[in-house]
């Protein structure tokens, strides 16, 4: 029994935040129900990589759904379309701004049918002045300023290596979503990459709206605290966080310089971001006379956060061995396990991501 089993989810989204939201609630047991235009999810196109012909992209945020194609341009798809929204506990759907108006699915006219629906919303920019602009991850990387600080200091922005705030946006609307059950039901969750870009540059947004300080490109330095980034050793380089002063003084133990924790340069969190310049080489002289691997061991004993800087192939199997059990495969199609453990409503796998229309003989039949 999943925790959310006995919930229907009617998914009008696609791509990835409106369907990694679906995936997660799939997972916990909802129901859900993929609608599909006739030409399907754009993510099942995006190649390579591939598994079997299928884009692993949609085979990332899919799994645990039934598919179902619907024109809703179609006056019997579009009933049907209706039907569902009248049943389903959540709506979920990432259009336009506007754009389900012309076909009776936004809001009001599905409150009207289903007036204990949760309608989640998924947009680029809002509803109000940003209605009109495009909802892509990486403008949002770009015009939120995570771009600005995503890089070397003296060289050009970067986005981040995977669509950061699409996946925030879904876990956002995944939050909104169970909220929203939780009160009863009845009623609209808005949420969009903007905000959810201010809302996860966490310190970075706060410096400005509460020190009226703009942060800038550190390479992977860290604006507060040193040690915090990879470090050069032996044969190459290990991430270093030491996060407070009992920590630091831990590393400088296990490097054999334990006199640097007493200094009056770098005794305090403050004094060591102040100090950077002339503690960082210090640390490195230590940390060249021995190789990663031992430094990774001895540092962890210590209690000290570290760690070598891996391809997601040596993290997936970095996760096993640590025992987490990475990978799941419903049926026989290899996926990342949910990333929350219930002790008495596990989460679920039930079905593999569906192909296009796989279950619309049944889900028509069912509605009519």
């Not at 945020?61 to 049943?87: M, Q």
């Not at 600080?149 to 939050?175: E, K, Q, W």
């Not at 990663?292 to 540092?299: K, S």
Request: charged share 20%; with cysteine.
């Amino acid at each position: 029994m999943g925790a959310l089993d006995g919930i229907l989810v009617a998914d009008f989204s696609r791509v990835l935040a409106g369907p990694y939201a679906t995936m997660l609630l799939a997972d916990m047991g909802a129901d859900v129900i993929k609608v599909e235009a006739p030409g399907g999810d754009d993510t099942r196109n995006w190649l390579p990589p591939e598994r079997d012909g299928v884009s692993t992209y949609y085979l990332g945020v899919n799994r645990g759904k039934r598919s179902v194609a619907l024109d809703l341009k179609d006056p019997a798809d579009r009933a049907l379309a209706h039907e569902l929204s009248a049943r389903a506990d959540v709506f979920i759907e990432n259009f336009k701004p506007g754009g389900l108006s012309a076909y009776a699915l936004d809001y009001p006219a599905v409150r009207e049918r289903n007036p204990k629906v949760v309608y989640a919303s998924i947009t680029g920019f809002g509803a109000e002045g940003g209605a009109h602009l495009p909802g892509y991850d990486l403008i949002v990387q770009a015009v939120s300023g995570l771009m600005s600080l995503t890089g070397s200091a003296d060289g050009p922005p970067y986005r981040a290596g995977m669509s950061v705030f699409d996946v925030i946006t879904g876990l956002h609307a995944v939050s909104g979503i169970l909220a929203a059950l939780y009160a009863g039901g009845g009623q609209r969750v808005e949420v969009n990459l903007m905000s959810s870009a201010l809302s996860a540059l966490v310190n970075h947004s706060s410096a400005v709206v509460a020190g009226e300080v703009t942060p800038h490109r550190m390479g992977n330095a860290h604006p507060s605290l040193f040690p915090y980034e990879p470090l050069e050793c032996a044969d190459g380089e290990l991430v270093v966080a030491a996060g407070n002063d009992g920590q630091f003084r831990k590393l400088c133990e296990v490097l054999g310089v334990p006199e640097l924790a007493d200094d009056a340069r770098f005794a305090r969190t403050r004094d060591r971001t102040a100090n950077r310049a002339e503690l960082k080489p210090l640390l490195v002289a230590e940390l060249r006379k021995r190789t990663r691997a031992e430094l990774f061991a001895a540092l962890s004993a210590a209690g000290v956060a570290c760690g070598p800087i891996n391809t997601v192939t040596e993290g997936v199997a970095l996760a096993e061995d640590l025992g987490l059990e990475p990978v799941v495969e419903p049926g026989g199609v290899p996926s990342v396990r949910h990333p929350i453990r219930f002790s008495g409503t596990p989460a679920g796998y039930r079905l593999p991501p569906p192909a296009l229309d796989e279950h619309g003989d049944e889900i028509r039949k069912w509605l009519r």
